[in-house]
């Protein structure tokens, strides 16, 4: 760490035993900063991170980051010391918001109330630009009661289910809030979620999740939010189309009327196939790109807390048992995905005649079974390459999961025992499928994917199996299909964020291709929000 003017630090790498007092943790970072010539008087410590290494089974421990907030800034440098590769800058998640001066002749609209649309508009509303932000889908609470009736009965609605309405595809989720990419914006998302309700524990875990319970509260607050700020907020209002005016502003057409805009950020998510149709057709550069495909696994929750764990399974400061499981040596790559502890299947099906499914969990994660998904990559070669090529990949393995689940949305289902060839039988067992409270039928897994996918699942089974012991047992059930793990394509856009030889049409979030799960999302959604705030001067100082 170069030497400089710091407000804080953080001391990283800290290994204690589950048991021990997170005040230990302060004061081995207070020695260690004292060690590397900082005066730890005057210095506010608090746990940054903490994380679980259950690497060794017989000595779990947890791994914390301490912050170290001076209480002004100092200049430091320093010492040679076996702590100083522990210690580094601590970064204020500070946005940084810079309003352009042009007037607008007409609101900013987001399409999408997805996670990039929500902290677009949020972000927006609350620096004065009253956005309107549209959903083809419901509210939260009329979203959930049709996503019960649709549990419940099979009675699907194409626009308002798990994958389309306020919130997005993530609200029924676990609400994982862990993401790959390293940006500064991700403490600002966090403590985004805490201001409208999500737990203060997301901002220390090192794994955040939020839970499906939560989350639909934190959204509906989020949109009265962006209403209390002169934003509108308008459901069950789907674009079907859209242009540039001479005047450089945008026509939507949409199920509730022409909305003119005077910028797009268009989040649609991974799912709105007929959306991506209407801006192929009105000539926006979409192009197919690599996504998975596969099935859900369950197994019994304290199964696999205990393979994870061990005797400290149940710990209450490990929490529920989490794997993340991959194997890339065949060259195409399998791996677990979006694993839900103590969670349930959902049928996260929007298009009629399909089957599919995806997880979510509750705050607690208290359910019996754990489940995630087991997927493996597609590329273009295995399609035509085109966009609408890889959407008709997916859709033709929906169907077929559709008609071998009983065609009446009841998901096909097979024990790893039956799918393995271990057993002639495909009998459930100990572990309950969750799926609609049980709806699935028995089938061979064979009908109903590739025949690549299936190969690449088996040998993935038995290398996840290898890794955490019981993973392949006979009774673990596999209930398909999984299809929207990402989004099948990719709308190009510039340096700018604005697609491609269109004018102030942002393509944003997952649905665009530049993200993947809520956190990245909602990051996407504030870049691209920050540069139409950019060019634009507030309606409302
Ligand atoms: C069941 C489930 C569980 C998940 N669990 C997690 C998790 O735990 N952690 C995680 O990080 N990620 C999770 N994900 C993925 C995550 O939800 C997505 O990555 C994220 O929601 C993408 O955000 P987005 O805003 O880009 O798009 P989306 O959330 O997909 O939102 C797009 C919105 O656009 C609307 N829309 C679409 N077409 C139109 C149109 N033509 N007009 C108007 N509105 C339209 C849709 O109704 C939808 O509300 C999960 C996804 C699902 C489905």
Same mark, same amino acid.
């Given at each position: 760490m170069a030497d400089g003017k710091y407000s804080g630090f953080l001391v990283s790498g800290i290994s204690l035993p589950p048991d021990a007092n997170e005040q230990e943790a302060c004061d081995i970072a207070a020695s260690d900063l004292k060690r590397a010539g900082v005066d730890p008087a005057r210095i506010r410590f608090s746990i940054y991170k903490r994380s679980v290494d259950a690497r060794k089974r017989n000595d779990i421990r947890l791994v914390y980051s301490v912050a170290a907030k001076l209480d002004s800034p100092r200049s430091v440098s320093l010492a040679e010391s076996r702590a100083k590769h522990r210690i580094s800058p601590l970064v204020d998640g500070? %946005?940084?918001?810079?309003?352009? =001066? +042009? $007037? @607008?002749s007409a609101p900013p609209v987001v399409v999408g109330m997805g996670p990039a649309g929500l902290f677009g508009a949020l972000l927006l509303a609350e620096n004065g630009y009253a956005p309107i932000i549209i959903d083809r889908g419901d509210n939260v609470t009329d979203r959930s009661a049709a996503y019960e009736r649709f549990k419940k009965f099979g009675l699907l609605d194409v626009d308002s289910n798990i994958q389309f309405g306020a919130g997005g595809a993530g609200t029924f989720s676990d609400g994982k809030l862990l993401t790959r990419i390293n940006d500064e914006k991700i403490g600002y998302v966090l403590q985004r979620f805490c201001d409208f309700g999500a737990p203060e524990e997301i901002l220390v875990a090192a794994k955040p999740h939020v839970g499906t319970d939560l989350l639909l509260g934190i959204v509906d607050k989020m949109l009265s +939010?962006?209403?209390e700020l002169g934003g509108k907020v308008m459901y069950r209002t789907r674009m079907d189309g859209i242009r540039e005016l001479a005047d450089g502003n945008i026509a939507l057409e949409t199920t509730s009327g022409e909305i003119v805009a =005077? =910028?797009? %950020? @268009?989040?649609v998510g991974h799912s709105a196939r007929d959306t991506y149709k209407m801006l192929l057709e009105n000539g926006f550069m979409i192009e197919?790109?690599?996504f998975s495909v596969g099935v859900r696994v369950e197994h019994l929750r304290e199964d696999i807390d205990r393979a994870l764990y061990g005797d400290m399974a149940g710990h209450e400061k490990l929490g529920k048992g989490e794997y993340h499981l991959s194997d890339t040596s065949s060259g195409r790559g399998v791996y677990t995905f979006c694993m839900c502890p103590g969670g349930e299947v959902v049928a996260a099906a929007s298009e009629e005649g399909g089957v599919v499914v995806n997880g979510m969990s509750y705050n607690a994660r208290d359910g019996i079974n754990s489940n995630s998904a087991v997927a493996v990559s597609v590329f273009k070669n295995d399609y035509d390459g085109t966009p609408m090529g890889a959407i008709n990949f997916q859709r033709s393995i929906e169907k077929a999961a559709f008609e071998a689940g009983g065609a009446d949305y009841s998901a096909p289902m097979q024990t790893v025992a039956s799918f393995l060839g271990r057993s002639d039988k495909n009998e459930i067992g +100990?572990? @309950? $499928?969750?799926y609609r409270d049980g709806k699935v039928g028995l089938c061979a897994l064979d009908t109903v994917l590739p025949a690549f996918i299936c190969d690449e699942l088996r040998r993935g089974l038995l290398s996840f199996d290898r890794k955490l012991s019981g993973f392949a047992c006979d009774d673990a059930i596999l209930t398909g299909v999984e299809t929207r793990t990402s989004a099948p394509v990719r709308i190009l856009r510039t340096d700018e964020l604005r697609a491609l030889g269109k004018g102030r049409i942002y393509p944003c979030g997952e649905g665009a291709g530049y993200a993947g799960g809520i956190t990245s999302a909602a990051i996407d959604g504030l870049r691209v929000a920050l540069k139409i705030m950019e060019e634009f001067a507030p309606e409302r100082p």
């Open positions: 500070e %946005l940084k918001v810079v309003c352009g =001066s +042009r $007037p @607008m +939010r962006i209403e =005077s =910028s797009v %950020l @268009m989040a197919a790109k690599s +100990r572990i @309950m $499928p969750t």
